[in-house]
């Protein structure tokens, strides 16, 4: 688990920026169902996102989250090098592929044109684009989450070792 030496009270101050994510979060949440995007796989998007991102609390609710869905535990492990791993999908390896892109795109000074057009085919331009919204408010709870100095709940367990 992180331990941060540092962290500002984002959810002391900034109550209404955080209900605006919250609200955001459930409406990302709400059209990437109707688009047909299976749960599990917006856990897999979750969970790969907060580990790049080292959120420790987002890292164990959606290992949680991802477990309660009936994700077993050696998939979990998985997500940490899914690129190697026989694991996924076709459509599971595109939604990582993006989130890989998308997350690391200011490190690599853009978005792998490949993640984009995989998402596009394994998915279809409406279910990608729902989906690149998702991995755009994960990405964003992750830095709130580091920045505030988040923990994980108890009662969510430990995640997965990656290592």
């Known amino acids: 688990m992180a331990t941060y030496a540092a962290s500002i009270p984002l959810a002391d101050h900034a109550t209404r920026e955080f209900a605006a994510m919250s609200r955001l979060s459930e409406a990302s949440a709400t059209a990437s169902k109707a688009a047909g ?9 979750k969970y790969r996102a907060s580990l790049l991102n080292g959120c420790s609390y987002c ?4 290992a949680h989250d991802a477990r309660q869905l009936g994700v077993p535990e050696a998939t979990l492990v998985a997500l940490a090098d899914w690129d190697d791993s026989d694991a996924f999908d076709a459509q599971e390896r595109a939604a990582l592929a993006l989130t890989d892109a998308m997350t690391y795109q200011a490190r690599e000074a853009g978005i792998d044109p490949a993640a984009l ?4 085919d394994a998915f279809g331009e409406a279910a990608a684009s729902h989906l690149a919204v998702a991995v755009t408010v994960i990405n964003a709870w992750n830095r709130v989450g580091v920045a505030a100095g988040m923990q994980p709940e108890p009662a969510w367990g430990q995640a997965p070792a990656t290592s």
């Open 37 to 45: 995007i299976a749960p599990e796989i917006l856990e897999f998007v």
């Open 117 to 120: 057009t995989g998402a596009i």
């Open 59 to 62: 890292i164990h609710m959606h």
